[in-house]
C-alpha cells in the first residue's frame, strides 16, 4: 500500500484541484442575479469534480511512472526522487493493470458528474463532456506512453495550462451556471499558468537526464538559461491576471487577501534566479504547487466573501 501511495504522488493532488475550487467558488460568489447562489451551486457537482480530478490527476501519475520507466527515462541520471517502476517496488504490469483500472473507475466518476449536472436535459453538453472526459482520460495517458507520447514532444505545457487551467475552472463553472462567464477566463489562465510553472520547473531539474533519453521537453529544447526566463513569465503573468481579475471585479479591499500567497510565490522566483544546480531545484516543486494552492484557496474565499467573515469572528467576536 505505501508503495501504491508513492506512487499515486500525494503531493501532486492539491495542485490539480485548484481550478475546481476557483470554479465552484466562483459559482457560490453572491451575486446581484435574479438565481440566489444556493440555486446555481451543487455539493453533488463540486464532490464528483474533486473526485474525478483527483482521479484524473492519479491516473497521470501512474501513467507517468509507466511511460517513463519502461522507456528507461527514469534511470540513474534523473535527479528527482526514484519512481516506482525505476526502483522495481512495482512491476510494470503492475503498474499498466493500475492505470486501466483508474481509467474505468476515473470515466465512472466523469459520468456520474456528468448525469449529476445535466440530468436528462441538455443532450448535447452531456455528449460534449463525456468527450471531453475520454479525451482528458486518454492525455493523461498519452503524456508519456507510447511511442507517440507527447510529453517526448514538448507538448505537456499546453496540455497542462489547457486542462489544468481553462478546463478545470471555467469546465466546472459551466456545469453549475449552465453558461461561459468570460470574466473566470483570468483566473483559469493565472491557474494554468503556475500548474505549467510545476511541469516546467520538474523539466528544468530533469533537463540532463531527459536530453540523454531523448525527452524533448520544452526545457531541453530550448536550453536552461531560456527555460527561466520562461518560468518567471509563467509565475509573473500568472500573478498579474489574478490582479486585473480582481480589479474588474471591483474587490473590497480585504478581497485582496489573496496576495498574500505571492510572497511564497515571489521567493520562489528568486530561488529559482539564483539557481545554479538543478537538483537544488526539485524541494521548489512542492513549493510551487502549494502556492498554487493557496492562492486558489484564498482568492476562492475572497469570492465568496469569507474572509471577511472570517475576520469578523476571530477578531471583532462575530459582530
Not at 33 to 50: C, K, N, Q, R
Not at 99 to 107: D, H, N, Q, R
Not at 165 to 173: F, H, K
Amino acid at each position: 500500500m505505501k508503495q501504491w501511495i508513492e506512487a499515486a504522488r500525494l503531493r501532486t493532488l492539491p495542485l490539480s484541484v485548484s481550478g475546481i475550487i476557483v470554479g465552484s467558488m466562483y459559482a457560490l460568489r453572491p451575486t446581484n442575479t435574479i438565481e440566489t447562489p444556493t440555486e446555481v451551486f451543487s455539493w453533488s457537482i463540486f464532490g464528483l469534480a474533486l473526485l474525478t480530478t483527483l482521479g484524473l490527476q492519479v491516473l497521470s501519475n501512474f501513467a507517468n511512472d509507466y511511460g517513463d520507466g519502461v522507456k528507461g527515462t527514469d534511470n540513474s541520471d534523473r535527479v528527482g526522487p526514484m519512481r516506482a517502476i525505476q526502483s522495481g517496488a512495482i512491476s510494470a504490469q503492475a503498474m499498466k493493470q493500475a492505470i486501466i483500472i483508474t481509467s474505468v473507475l476515473t470515466l465512472f466518476s466523469a459520468v456520474a458528474l456528468i448525469y449529476v449536472s445535466f440530468k436528462d436535459t441538455n443532450l448535447w453538453f452531456s455528449l460534449f463532456y463525456l468527450v471531453l472526459g475520454i479525451l482528458a482520460i486518454v492525455s493523461a495517458i498519452r503524456y508519456t506512453v507510447g511511442k507517440t507520447a507527447y510529453g517526448y514532444r514538448g507538448f505537456g505545457d499546453i496540455f497542462v495550462f489547457v486542462f489544468f487551467g481553462l478546463v478545470s475552472t471555467l469546465g466546472v463553472n459551466f456545469l453549475y451556471a449552465k453558461q461561459l462567464d468570460f470574466d473566470l477566463f483570468l483566473p483559469a489562465a493565472a491557474i494554468g499558468l503556475l500548474s505549467t510553472g510545476v511541469l516546467n520547473l520538474n523539466n528544468m531539474r530533469d533537463e540532463a537526464s531527459d536530453r540523454k533519453s531523448n525527452k524533448n521537453t520544452m526545457v531541453v529544447q530550448m536550453g536552461g538559461a531560456k527555460a527561466k526566463k520562461y518560468h518567471y513569465f509563467l509565475v509573473i503573468t500568472a500573478m498579474v491576471l489574478v490582479i486585473i481579475f480582481a480589479i474588474l471585479s471591483e474587490y473590497r479591499l480585504d478581497q485582496y487577501l489573496f496576495v498574500l500567497a505571492y510572497i511564497p510565490l515571489i521567493k520562489h522566483l528568486k530561488t529559482v534566479q539564483t539557481n545554479q544546480n538543478p537538483k537544488e531545484l526539485d524541494p521548489e516543486l512542492k513549493k510551487l504547487a502549494l502556492s498554487t494552492f493557496a492562492l486558489s484557496l484564498l482568492l476562492a474565499l475572497c469570492m465568496v466573501s469569507l474572509i471577511q467573515d472570517i475576520i469578523v469572528n476571530l477578531f471583532l467576536g462575530g459582530r
